[in-house]
């Protein structure tokens, strides 16, 4: 079955995604770093395409999504933007734009949207994010937030953890909502820590790791196919396993090449 035409498949905005918030509809997202995995993922209907800073460890092998680069972003998003006819394409801002002066933050930004076909940006944090959050939607820059883990900050965490505080999670979500956040991500809370957060905010939360009670659900594409070397979190679902068709097509490939099957007359000239 052919996936329907452009014109038959309008455009996700972020109005789109607070009607759909409204309308009790689930919001769909996953991560896209290349023009092949974009297409596919948007043909398929995905609202939301993540370029995430999490290519730092998925893509280029990294520990942790700290040494990813604006200008490395910016390679990536524009491969997805271009690919992407129907999903919002959200683009993370690296450590340590978001944290360096709001100024630089809103450079930043407007790169996104000047240099790729993509919409918005992620900023991780909440509170004390507030003023760069309302600094950036005023000058045109939407904005999606980013509470719980924050993996930028792994260092002064500690580590990777369940951000079970209720309280001052609500706080951070509320505070970026007032700010002009048009979404809130939310990473790895507990169950109760999600609904809180999604009752108190009147804007679409996306969680990972957040339990069920979110407006939407994010995660890896990488992780989600099976493609993630190594430790795969217990919120990942993996529903296929692209990594043993990988090998077993190179391996195919090798032997045939090696007793000299390949290529046969059908692939000469």
Known sequence: ?????????PRVTTRTLQRMRDDGKTISMLTAYDFPTAAILDQA????????????????????????TMDQMLYHAEMVGRAAERAL???????????????????????????????????????????R????????????????????????????????????????ALAAEKAGAFAVLV?????????????????PTIGIGA????????????????LTQGYTPKFVRKIADASSLIRDAATTYRDAVADRSFPGASESF
Not at 1 to 9: D, E, I, K, L
Not at 50 to 64: F, R
Not at 98 to 105: D, F, V
């Open 1 to 9: 079955m052919s996936p329907p035409s452009p014109a038959a498949r």
């Open 133 to 172: 959050i309302e600094t950036l939607v005023t000058a045109g820059i939407p904005v999606m937030a980013h509470v719980g883990l924050r993996p930028q900050n792994i260092h002064v965490d500690g580590g990777y953890r369940v951000h079970r505080e209720i309280d001052s999670l609500v706080t951070d």
């Open 187 to 203: 990473e790895c809370v507990t169950v109760d820590a999600g609904k809180a957060i999604t009752e108190a905010v009147a804007v």
């Open 45 to 68: 209907g995905i609202d939301i395409l993540l370029v995430g800073d999490s290519l730092a460890m998925v893509v280029q092998g990294h520990e942790t999504t700290l040494p990813v």
């Open 89 to 131: 394409v959200v683009v993370d801002l690296p450590f340590p734009e978001g944290q360096r002066e709001i100024s630089r933050s809103v450079d930043c930004g407007a790169r996104v949207l000047k240099e790729t076909k993509c919409h918005a940006v992620k900023l991780e944090g909440g509170a004390e994010q507030a003023e």
């Open 211 to 226: 339990g069920p009670h979110t407006t939407g659900q994010v995660l890896v594409t990488n992780d989600l196919i099976g």
